[in-house]
């Protein structure tokens, strides 16, 4: 059997959000990835995020590329509709989705090996272009599905399950997203729900591109003594830079925080972003601060996680193409045909 | 034999000097006094000091063809002298500049040089060395205005519409123009024998290229996204659309586009970018060459599996590889024709002008989302960047998009369930449905193995059922493209199968070979896949040629793989060497049995006889064994 649908039951106990779903109503189809595996995790952390959204799922975009995290997008939000484009190209896929039809929620899920290697062109420029959407980049540092090569996102030195030892640099998402100019920088682990369910729904509601880089081991080829990339040597490793969390306009400020150590960062669609237990040294808003502090607590060797970078205001693709603000498809003939006088009037240069 | 309204002008220039405008110049004034002309721009790729060519013909008969024997030369580049003098034919002429003298082993009797001292007449009355080379330019095309009689009045109409609101520089531009014109009718016997007339020939009638006309249909089609990657010979039809755009697609309100022109960081994105927007419910199109083709075919295979519309605008240039990237070519049938690994095919359209890249970029996305499948417009360097004279391109307000089988939520609303890939009707198209409308309509687009209710499968039934009915489906499209071009005459025997740019070499040999007694019938393919009329049509004449341009004859290979017509019956006929095609070469083929030998005339001894000797007739030589 390859598809698998998941019987729909509905408990009356289930909590209902805003738009009147359950979490139920998030979710997929079964998931054919290993037991254990980590991007299951992020996928729990998706219809979480969907769901506190109150995002209706038909407004959702579902992208991916290929590899096992390009796989997950049919696990949830099951009635959505996904594109599961070729390999390392799921960046261009979403660039003409959003230039055409802005109103939907792009959510976009990528690996490694998709984005860092056969897609790296691809994702320095929807980057670049700051193509409004969220893109999870579920990073093992392996390929799953052809059986445990390295990834360009494996560290020097960590090693594979059949021993060989990775001596090429790595390619990090988050330093290399920085430099590219990219408006929402995040890191999390796919074992840190808490963590990484507000960074999501921060991520959906930024207006631009909003890169989240997930630490999410594989059980199968890369989460052995050795890896860098295993659950233990992330919990291990792994540092919260910064805890940032997230309010949605409509429910009001709630949260008390010690004053003078959050930071509020209020996003173009009224929702705000909490930035909590800030270092000193690190200001979420300055990209060079923000890029020296990675480089320094890598070489600590240190995981830093959160929400690492935010710029809210930058202008995104749409604003960059001077496109009108509502969906092309919307756009009745009549006003995209200039008609027949038109023509004879175009053509006196012709003749 | 040339003469009055039939003649051919070749100009030999630098590139990067200004030359384009002044060839430009002359083709509009020769189009205004009503006579048919045709601009062959032969340039390298090279933004500045490589050579570059263009040839001007006029044709009172309205020929359109590359016609490559030159009546005059103007050598306006020393580096090339040589080359261009030898070109002329004989009792022709070459206008040279003549501020420094021609080297003696140019010279040949045979042809009358025209010597004007341009560089030195420029230099006299115009400042600034950019100035001087640009108005030199100018300058030959007022000594042409004299020897041709073309009309000044005309020649200074088209400057002052150019240059109107800047005065200096149209001063400068009557005054060059005239400097030219002056020194010629004082010291030559103007006008020449090849000369112009007025003539009534292109009323009704306009001057464009190819990229433009498509440009244009892409507008009027209503698509509203275009993403790309800068290609030659592509560019200029993105560059047009965007123009167009500009003056079009502007919000009222806002000021903002209707329209997203995306410049992609190449062709794999652009094609990307493309299905994403046509898979939200956009008309969204790409235009590339060859190489652009080679890169965006894995995404061509997922449109074609996932069923997603596509509009690819092909400019064909020479390949492979890099190839000549500024010449023509018709290289990419077979690449266009099956892009992508495994079992696919595409619909392909084939212009043959510029008024056909009009209309069929139009019919490219009513075909693309009726059957939710790639589409290919297949022009070439040749259609696509060099001036046509064509009908003034027609447009019904009546025409509404064909947008295919699509669900609306009222629809989704009242079905139980709804299958993306599920034949409910019976011809091979499932309705679609787009993202954002209704949650029933939810599927995932994939290019891995689906079944008909597009689930992921690895089951050998469940795949070879969808793959069936896309094959069904695009086999019937022929119904719905443009149907070929046909011309039928009372007891031919000799059939010419063409296609695209091909016609107007086709349409003159023709013309030729009747004259010389041998009745000769023509198809044009205007569409891939073939309807049952060009089985028949082969099947039809005892001889059949394939007039294409490309080396391993892949229309021929095309129309032999997908009728089942034996290709030992078809004689290849073309050439592939970078140049626009000619009746000359259409014939000099037909003469030799073809390009590389495919088929063999000798060996059809039936009816040899009565066709060398019309096709020899017609090239002006005896035939084979003939005293």
Not at chain 2, 171 to 187: C, I, M, P
Not at chain 2, 226 to 247: M, N
Not at chain 2, 404 to 423: F, I, P, Q, S, T
Not at chain 2, 557 to 570: I, K, N, V, Y
Request: glycine letters at 10%.
């Amino acid at each position: 059997m390859t598809h698998i649908p998941k019987p729909r039951i509905r408990h009356p106990s289930l909590r209902i959000n805003a738009v009147g779903l359950t979490r139920r109503d998030y979710e997929g189809s079964m998931s054919t990835l290993c037991a254990g595996c980590g991007h299951d995790s992020i996928t729990a952390a998706i219809i979480e995020a969907a769901w506190e959204l109150d995002l209706e799922p038909r407004t959702v975009a579902k992208l991916s590329g290929i590899g096992c995290s390009s796989k997950t997008p049919t696990y949830f939000l099951g009635t959505a509709h996904g594109f599961n484009a070729v390999h390392g190209r799921m960046p261009s896929i979403g660039t003409g989705a959003q230039a055409t039809n802005p109103d939907l929620t792009y959510i976009g899920v990528s690996g490694d090996g998709d984005s860092l290697a056969i897609g790296l062109g691809q994702l320095c420029h929807v980057i670049r272009r700051n193509v409004d959407m969220v893109y999870i980049l579920e990073n093992n540092g392996v390929y799953g599905l052809t059986k445990g090569q390295f990834s360009a996102s494996a560290d020097v030195g960590s090693r594979a399950k059949r021993g060989q030892v990775n001596r090429q640099q790595p390619i990090d998402p988050a330093l290399l997203a920085l430099t590219l100019g990219a408006t929402f920088v995040a890191r999390s682990f796919s074992g840190d729900k808490a963590q990484l369910v507000p960074i999501l729904k921060a991520g959906i509601r930024h207006r631009g591109f909003a890169l989240v880089d997930v630490i999410s081991p594989c059980v199968a080829f890369n989460d052995h003594e050795g890896s860098t990339k295993s659950y233990r040597y992330t919990r291990e490793n792994l540092e919260e830079a910064v805890d940032a969390d997230f309010t949605l306009p409509t429910a009001g400020i709630t949260a008390s925080y010690e004053p003078g150590s959050v930071r509020a960062v209020t996003l173009p669609d009224g929702s705000v972003v909490h930035f909590r237990k800030v270092p000193d040294e690190f200001d979420p808003g300055n990209r060079d601060r923000v890029y020296a502090y990675l480089r320094e607590r890598q070489g600590a060797g240190e995981i830093p996680t959160g929400l690492l970078y935010l710029d809210p205001d930058a202008p995104d693709h749409r604003d960059t193409l001077e496109t009108v603000s509502t969906s092309l498809v919307d756009l009745p003939f009549e006003e995209l045909c200039p008609g027949r006088e038109a023509l004879e009037r175009l053509l006196t240069d012709f003749r | 034999m040339s003469g009055l309204n039939d003649f051919t002008v070749k100009i030999a220039t630098v590139n990067g000097t200004g030359s384009a405008s002044a060839n430009g110049l002359l083709m509009k004034a020769i189009f205004r006094m009503g006579v048919p002309v045709s601009g062959k721009n032969l340039f390298p790729s090279n933004i500045q000091g490589l050579p570059t060519w263009y040839e001007i013909r006029v044709s009172g008969a309205g020929h359109t063809a590359r016609r490559a024997e030159f009546d005059l030369v103007v050598a306006m580049n020393p580096a090339t002298y040589a080359r261009d003098v030898a070109e002329v034919r004989s009792g022709g002429w070459v206008l040279h500049d003549s501020s420094w003298p021609l080297s003696p082993d140019l010279r040949r009797d045979d042809v009358t040089f025209l010597g004007v001292p341009l560089a030195r007449l420029c230099n006299e009355h115009f400042e600034g060395a950019r100035v001087r080379i640009l108005l030199k330019n100018i300058a030959y095309s007022g000594v042409l205005a004299a020897l041709l009689q073309l009309e000044m009045d005309v020649v200074e109409g088209l400057l002052e519409e150019t240059y109107g609101r800047k005065k200096a520089l149209l001063d400068s531009n009557f005054e060059a123009v005239r400097l030219g014109y002056d020194y010629a009718k004082e010291h030559f016997d103007c006008p020449l024998p090849t000369r112009l007339e007025r003539l009534d020939a292109t009323a009704g009638h306009i001057l464009i290229d190819g990229n433009t006309a498509a440009a244009l249909g892409c507008v009027y089609a209503g698509a509203t996204v275009a993403a790309w990657y800068p290609i030659t010979p592509s560019t200029s039809l993105v560059d047009a659309f965007q123009a167009f755009c500009t003056k079009l697609r502007k919000d009222p309100g806002s000021g903002r586009n209707r329209v997203a022109v995306i410049q992609a960081e190449d062709e794999l994105a652009a094609v990307g970018m493309v299905v994403g927007a046509s898979w939200v419910g956009g008309r969204a199109f790409t235009a590339t060459s060859g190489p652009g083709i080679s890169l965006m075919s894995e995404f061509i295979g997922l449109a074609y599996y996932a069923e997603i519309p596509a509009v690819i605008f092909d400019v064909q240039r020479t390949g492979p590889s890099t190839g000549m990237p500024t010449r023509t070519q018709q290289g990419d049938l077979m690449t266009a024709a099956y892009a992508s690994h495994g079992d696919t095919k595409h619909i392909l359209l084939f212009p043959a002008d510029p008024g056909e890249c009009f209309a069929m970029a139009v019919q490219a996305f009513d075909l693309s989302e009726h059957y939710q499948t790639p589409v290919f417009v297949l022009s070439d360097l040749d259609i696509g960047m060099n001036d046509w004279v064509v009908p003034a391109l027609g447009w019904d307000d009546a025409y509404r998009p064909d947008r295919g089988k699509v669900l609306d939520a009222e629809a989704l609303e009242r079905m139980e369930r709804y299958h993306r890939y599920l034949d409910v009707d019976g011809d091979g198209i499932p309705p679609r449905t787009l993202p954002g409308v209704h949650p029933k309509g939810a599927y995932f687009a994939r290019g891995s193995g689906h079944d008909r209710y597009g689930r992921y499968t690895e089951d050998a039934d469940a795949y070879t059922d969808v793959m069936e009915r896309l094959a069904r489906k695009i086999d019937g499209s022929w119904e719905r493209l443009p149907e070929p071009e046909v011309l039928m005459m009372p007891g031919a025997e000799v059939g010419l199968v063409t296609l695209g740019g091909c016609r107007a070499a086709v349409l003159e040999a023709r013309e030729r070979l009747v004259e010389k007694g041998l009745p000769v019938n023509v198809l044009r393919v205007r569409g891939f896949p073939f309807g049952p009329q060009v089985g028949e049509f082969m099947e039809a004449h005892g001889r059949t040629f394939v007039v294409e341009q490309n080396r391993d004859h892949q229309l021929l290979s095309l129309l032999a793989l997908e009728t089942g017509f034996p290709r030992e019956r078809l004689v290849s006929v073309g050439s592939y060497g970078g140049m626009p095609l000619s009746a000359r070469d259409v014939l000099e083929g037909m003469a030799s049995g073809g390009v590389g030998g495919e088929g063999d005339v000798s060996s059809q001894a039936a009816s040899e006889r009565e066709l060398r000797a019309p096709i020899a007739a017609a090239l002006g030589r005896r035939a084979r064994g003939e005293p």
